[in-house]
């Protein structure tokens, strides 16, 4: 039978629930088209902050880089949030995308039929929306140097950070979204900010060129203040949709929101070679953690795009994203997604659930 | 009689259009209540570009600098679109903005119950959106430097910007938010991205600095992402919003595309001293220019924001605002905002309709 290492990175609020969870559902999924998991489990962000001091402790990273894939629940939480930069949760997480060199962040947002009054937008709007934000997510502002505090030339206090791309790193994310495009329905958008950022302007430049090597996809560009508005305005005109780091997670949050149902949105990052990165996109939760409350199927979506990204296991990922899908259809919700007519269940028996459709 | 000087920057596409609409509803308004406005038009984006190879041509800096106020259409098209940057109608809107040092941008989006069908979001909520954006417009990753492009230190081409705030921008940015909140509801959001951006932390260091000024304003502090985020799943939770320059450009034009009438929405650029700029958040709209199709109302809106915050003059502002809401009220609409049973009109009809009503 094949076998796989699996780091989990159950984290902080509700992470620990949701990786159980999904655990259990990796674990049967795999079991039944004869993989093997070996589970090791780490401790990452807050809870590595209590433990060893550190966001993000070596061992940890060691661990995660010498597996076949990571798992992570999520991150962060009021107690840590006036603490240092490095002291930071979301400074590990900085840490473990750097460190696994994952520069390319795929992030779902679709609609389900199921689901398309949780939206916040009209029927006829949300109705069959299905994109993909391909973010990229080891430079530009979030890793750029110089960064700092200082005084300027007049003597006043500063802060500053810097927006840097490199032609290298735009066409790599460049050529994973043309590939990701193609692979869905060949239209991909690339979002700069290229009438006022020179970063962006390279940006721009580079996806161009690389657009030459992908004749069958339909490459168009928009700037990042009308891609905010138009995402609500009309999200169905988008398919795959290629930007920057900081760009990347404003869209990619906005366009989850737009779907609804945060708690079902799964993503995957990746590099060129090594373990992926697999992650629900929404965060801790403090305020609900702890309380059989989360909605795991964002999680338990992640496995699935580690199956099918991250080891190639595409029969396995299919049977999970099939039981999710299944279990839906059984009526069976989860408070955020809830809604008349529906079984309201808890974390762990939507965790269940899954299990006897897997 | 009291008389001033407005410098008219119609721009490029739709813009003279609508100014010219925007003229005589100011002048109408302004000879009820008393009031001459000697009007002083100059040419700017792409239009000057044509005209003189620069987008902000000395002379008409100059003519904004002297007056008391400015009105601006709108600038851009594709022609210029692919012009090298210090040639771009963007750039010459940029040299406006810092040559007047209009450092505060007022954005308010509200959803007038006329209109709140036009919402792609479902009524319930978009009824009663009413916030304000303050976006800090002379800082940040717009004018730092370093920037430009170059070699990193392997050899590798790059682009680069720097986002970088001084502690006194922020300080005066955030003192007209909280004068704005406190005249509004009182409650103030300020977005950064402080878990990760050195420029966002001081930001955030600020503002709550700034706080202990306005004990009666209640401050909440967001993350751009998680802003993104709220503004569709629920906008009535913001009254006003304050932020920087790049996620006040993305999160303004998010909320405008909230209330659906984007054609409906004015804003104003202030200094501490000096002309202010007013100009619809509307782009150029090259695709209807010409064809007397655009909606006047955001402009006829601009204008009175500038009788209001630009001159102080509260009676004529407020004539123009009723004006605009008699002639909703009997029915005219342009197309952007036309809906069964509505009179659709064009930009000029709309612009004698409101006459009718100042
Ligand atoms: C927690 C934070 C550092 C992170 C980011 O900004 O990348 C998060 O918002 C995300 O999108 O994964
Ligand atoms: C045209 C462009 C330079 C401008 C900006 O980014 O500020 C516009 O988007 C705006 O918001 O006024």
Redesign the pocket.
Known sequence: AKSYNITLLPGDGIGPEVISVAKNVLSLAGSIEGIEFKFNEKPMGGAALDLTGVPLPEETLTAAKQSDAVLLGA??GYKWDKNEKHLK??TG??QL?EGLKVFA?LRPASVLPQLVDASTLKREVAEGVDLMVVRE?TGGI?FGKPRGFGTDENGNEIGFNTEVYAAYEIDRIARIAFETARKRSGKLCSVDKANVLEASMLWRKRVTEIAAEYPDVELSHMYVDNAAMQLVRNPKQFDTIVTN??F??IL??EASMITGSIGMLP?ASLGSSGPGLF?P?H?SAPDIAGQDKANPLATILSAAMLLKYGLGEVAAAERIELAVLDTLNRGFRTGDIHSDGNKLVGCKEMGEEVLKSV
């Open positions: 991150i962060g949760p979301e997480l900085l995308r962040n997510l979030y780091n900081i990347g997670d990619s949050d993503s992650e996109i965060g």
